[in-house]
Structures are given as C-alpha cells and as structure tokens.
C-alpha cells in the first residue's frame, strides 16, 4: 500500500509543466543567433551585388550548413514517429491520422494549382519575349532523371535495408521503417518499454545536436545568399520582376487568406499567432532557401504546441512529400509563363490536364534536389515536350522563387499539423493557447519539453491503486 508521501511523489512527478526554471535563462542567448541570421542575410546580398563572381565561390557555406541539418532530420523523425506510435493503445488511431492527412494534401494541393492557373491567366507575364538557342539548351538540361514513375516512386519508398533508409537521406523510407518499429513496438506491450525509454534518450542527444548546429546557420545564410544574388544579378530580377513578384504575392495571398481562412474556420486559430510563433524557423528558410533546414525544428515546436506526437510524427514528414502548395502554385505559374513565351498560350482546356499530370508528377519527385524546377521539367518533357524549351528562361531567378516556395510549404505543412490534430482529436487547445499567448516559451536549449512525450509506463495494479488514493 503506498504512504501518503509516495503518493504526493507519483502526482508531482506526473504533473505537467514542473520544468526547472533555471535552464530557461539560457534562451536568451538564442536572440543573438537570429540576430546574427538577420545580419549575415544583409551582408550576403550586397556582397552578391558588389563581388558576384565571388560570391558565386561562397555557396558550399550554404550547402553545408544545409547538409547538417539534413544529417539529423532522418534520426529525428525515426525517433518522433516511435515514440508517438509506441505510446497509442490503437493502431487504428494511427492510421486514421495518415488517411485524414492525406486526403488534405489532395484536396489543397488541387486549390493551390486552381489559385495559380487563375494568377497566371490574369497576368501573362511570358508575353513578349524571345528564345534563343542558348535558353532551349538550358532548359533541357533541367529535365532531372531522378524523378519516378508513380509505380517506382512507390516502390522507392522501401528501403534496400532496414539501415539504409537512415543513410539514403530519403524522407518517405525512415518513415516506413519507423511506422514498422512503432507499430512493433506498441504489439510488444511492457516488454517494448525499455526500448522506447532508449529511443527516448536518443531523441534527447539528437535535438541537443541539432541546437549546436544551429550556431552555424549564419554563416550558412550568408554563402547561400551571396550565392544566390551573385549568380542571378540584376538584370534576371528586372526581366523577369513580373512573374516573380506575381508569385511572391500569391504566394503571400495563399498563406494568409486561403490557409489563415482554413485554419480559423477549423481550429479557431489565427495565422498570424502560428506565424509569430514559428518566425525563426520563417527566417532560416528564407535564408536558405531550403524548408527542410526548418523540418526538425517544426517537428518540435509542433509537438511544443500541444499537437500530439503521433499526429505530428506522420503529417510533417508526409507533407514535405505530399504537401507542396508554393510549389504547386509555382508550377502552375511557371506552365503559363512558359507558353506564353513560347507563343503557344494555351486554353483552359489544355491547361488543366497538364496540372493534373504535374499534381502527380510532383509526388514522383519527392526528394529530389532542386525539387521544383526538376519536376517542372521532367513533368512538362513528359506530357508536353514542346514546353521543355521555355523552362530555361526561368532558371535565373528559380532561386529566387524558391524561397517563397520553400515558405509556402512550411508555413502549409504547419497548418496541416494543427488541422489533422483538431480533426482526430488529439491536440490540447488550452496548452495551444497559452503557447501562442506566450505564456509558456519554446526551450531553445534543448528543442525538447523534458516532461512532455516521456515513456511512462504505470503497471495496471498501481494504477488502480493510484486512482483510488
């Protein structure tokens, strides 16, 4: 029979929200780092604008930071995805969250291809200008041979071993190996809990490696800046500032309007509450070029939200494959731009299968490097072959166009996460509110909630036995 002090133990030490103050204090210190972010942005550009071609030689800065990042995501979301599955009684519920997710990711998917094809009928940008021999080649050159056929993208999903999906650096194969382990693990019962305990351990060093890499995104922000600006120049952003800007205000439009709407109507919420809370992760985007920079980092500060660890341990990971909005919008826009160039506008009726096909296609190039210009490319070379020439008149300010891309995805997967959440149920609306009110802080230090998410498994005697005192 348990004393009085062992039960006000128990209680205590299943109290949410007792964290130690002390190690709060340390947060701070992360203000310098955006600080720095934001400065190193700045510099990179004018260093672009003043010295191009040797701003041009600063890109691995960027690219190594970005491979860092990379480095953990696969770790991460293994670890994530265990330890929510292992942690639900019903598999059902797991597979409820995936099918809801899913069917989102369509259904917005096809509105963001609807808001691009009417931007891009409305504003024409591609009227008026000339093709040489030069852009054709160049647009060629983008058609990548990674991206698959529907039948072998599916296939690509299994991994050669259980540990090559932890090596290849593709997303969707540590999914499938860590919803196998999850669901092993929650058929185990008790005897998996010494597992999921060293899972939980390693989540822990894995999220404390992440916040040490995180010092480096300045110096990673400015050579991928720089290097950007300085291959790109002037004389891109002025020719093409049309189409450009008319991305970058749908894009804006979208997010705001479209997916601020949604997430009002369904979960109450306010865009620009969730936007605030997420700015960082909207800064080393933008600085990068690259939403899978910010992948680990939405992971935890989704989980921090309130949104429960299965919930957000399939949708992330599944909509940075299958939830792409700025780039269907992108490929859309960029579709009309193109005949339009090419003197070959085409009707509605032409237009809507080929972004359908492009729907599809984009799935195929999940994954793949330089994702929105190469799926673009390849979808055109394989449904209208004649469009491949024009796709080199953009590739001067792709990069540029990226980004917003990059943002519409993240802030687009974000909002998933809290629908698919509210949707099945499992997301505290109360911890959601004061997170977003500020009243309890993202922890810098480590990325982790150190008393939420912990493997706990009280035997079903002392249970009873607790619910009674």
Same mark, same amino acid.
């Given at each position: 029979?348990?004393?009085?002090?062992?039960?006000?133990?128990?209680?205590?030490?299943?109290?949410?929200?007792?964290?130690?103050?002390?190690?709060?204090?340390?947060?701070?210190?992360?203000?310098?780092?955006?600080?720095?972010?934001?400065?190193?942005?700045?510099?990179?550009?004018?260093?672009?604008?003043?010295?191009?071609?040797?701003?041009?030689?600063?890109?691995?800065?960027?690219?190594?930071?970005?491979?860092?990042?990379?480095?953990?995501?696969?770790?991460?979301?293994?670890?994530?995805?265990?330890?929510?599955?292992?942690?639900?009684?019903?598999?059902?519920?797991?597979?409820?969250?995936?099918?809801?997710?899913?069917?989102?990711?369509?259904?917005?998917?096809?509105?963001?291809?609807?808001?691009?094809?009417?931007?891009?009928?409305?504003?024409?940008?591609?009227?008026?200008?000339?093709?040489?021999?030069?852009?054709?080649?160049?647009?060629?050159?983008?058609?990548?041979?990674?991206? %698959?056929?529907?039948?072998?993208?599916?296939?690509?999903?299994?991994?050669?071993?259980?540990?090559?999906?932890?090596?290849?650096?593709?997303?969707?194969?540590?999914?499938?190996?860590?919803? %196998?382990?999850?669901?092993?693990?929650?058929?185990?019962?008790?005897?998996?809990?010494?597992?999921?305990?060293?899972?939980?351990? $390693?989540?822990?060093?894995?999220?404390?490696?992440?916040?040490?890499?995180?010092?480096?995104?300045?110096?990673?922000?400015?050579?991928?800046?720089?290097?950007?600006?300085?291959?790109?120049?002037?004389?891109?952003?002025?020719?093409?500032?049309?189409?450009?800007?008319?991305?970058?205000?749908?894009?804006?439009?979208?997010?705001?309007?479209?997916?601020?709407?949604?997430?009002?109507?369904?979960?109450?919420?306010?865009?620009?509450?969730?936007?605030?809370?997420?700015?960082?992760?909207?800064?080393?985007?933008?600085?990068?070029?690259?939403?899978?920079?910010?992948?680990?980092?939405?992971?935890?500060?989704?989980?921090?939200?309130?949104?429960?660890?299965?919930?957000?341990? $399939?949708?992330?990971?599944?909509?940075?494959?299958?939830? %792409?909005?700025?780039?269907? $919008?992108?490929?859309?826009?960029?579709?009309?731009?193109?005949?339009?160039?090419?003197?070959?506008?085409?009707?509605?009726?032409?237009?809507?299968? %080929?972004?359908?096909?492009?729907?599809?296609?984009?799935?195929?190039?999940?994954?793949?490097?330089?994702?929105?210009?190469?799926?673009?490319? /390849?979808?055109?070379?394989?449904?209208?072959?004649?469009?491949?020439? /024009?796709?080199?008149?953009? &590739?001067?300010?792709?990069?540029?166009?990226?980004?917003?891309?990059?943002?519409?995805?993240?802030?687009?997967?974000?909002?998933?996460?809290?629908? &698919?959440?509210?949707?099945?149920?499992?997301?505290?609306?109360?911890?959601?509110?004061?997170?977003?009110?500020?009243?309890?802080?993202?922890?810098?230090?480590?990325?982790?909630?150190?008393?939420?998410?912990?493997?706990?498994?009280?035997?079903?005697?002392?249970?009873?036995?607790?619910?009674?005192?």
């Amino acid at each position: 029979m348990p004393t009085k002090t062992s039960r006000r133990a128990a209680v205590a030490a299943s109290t949410p929200d007792t964290a130690p103050a002390v190690p709060r204090v340390k947060r701070d210190r992360t203000h310098y780092l955006y600080i720095a972010v934001i400065v190193a942005v700045a510099l990179g550009i004018a260093v672009g604008l003043i010295w191009p071609d040797a701003a041009v030689q600063l890109k691995p800065l960027g690219t190594g930071f970005v491979n860092l990042i990379k480095m953990m995501i696969s770790p991460i979301i293994f670890c994530t995805i265990v330890l929510g599955i292992g942690s639900v009684r019903k598999a059902a519920k797991v597979g409820a969250v995936g099918g809801i997710a899913l069917g989102y990711f369509l259904v917005m998917s096809l509105v963001a291809l609807a808001i691009g094809l009417v931007v891009g009928n409305v504003l024409h940008p591609g009227d008026g200008l000339h093709l040489t021999n030069a852009i054709k080649a160049t647009g060629h050159a983008q058609v990548s041979a990674d991206a %698959l056929p529907p039948v072998d993208f599916v296939l690509s999903i299994i991994p050669t071993t259980f540990v090559s999906a932890f090596t290849g650096g593709q997303v969707l194969q540590t999914l499938l190996v860590a919803l %196998l382990a999850g669901f092993a693990l929650q058929a185990m019962g008790s005897v998996g809990q010494p597992v999921l305990r060293g899972i939980e351990h $390693i989540q822990r060093l894995v999220f404390r490696i992440l916040s040490m890499v995180m010092w480096a995104a300045p110096i990673g922000a400015f050579g991928a800046i720089a290097a950007v600006t300085g291959s790109a120049g002037l004389d891109a952003l002025k020719s093409l500032a049309v189409l450009m800007l008319g991305f970058y205000v749908t894009c804006v439009l979208f997010v705001f309007v479209v997916l601020g709407a949604v997430l009002r109507i369904v979960a109450g919420l306010n865009i620009f509450s969730l936007c605030k809370y997420l700015a960082r992760e909207f800064l080393l985007i933008l600085s990068t070029s690259s939403s899978e920079s910010a992948l680990p980092r939405l992971i935890a500060k989704m989980e921090h939200l309130g949104v429960s660890k299965p919930v957000v341990g $399939i949708t992330v990971p599944t909509g940075y494959s299958f939830n %792409l909005d700025g780039t269907m $919008i992108y490929m859309t826009m960029a579709s009309l731009y193109i005949a339009d160039a090419l003197g070959t506008p085409m009707s509605v009726g032409e237009q809507i299968p %080929l972004l359908l096909f492009l729907l599809l296609a984009s799935k195929g190039a999940a994954g793949v490097s330089g994702a929105g210009l190469a799926t673009l490319a /390849g979808g055109l070379q394989s449904h209208k072959p004649a469009l491949v020439d /024009g796709v080199g008149l953009i &590739v001067g300010i792709d990069r540029f166009m990226s980004e917003a891309r990059a943002l519409t995805n993240f802030a687009g997967n974000a909002v998933a996460t809290v629908l &698919v959440g509210t949707w099945t149920k499992e997301i505290d609306k109360e911890r959601v509110r004061r997170v977003l009110a500020g009243d309890l802080p993202f922890d810098e230090t480590t990325l982790l909630d150190e008393n939420q998410g912990t493997v706990t498994e009280v035997p079903e005697p002392q249970e009873k036995a607790l619910a009674k005192a």
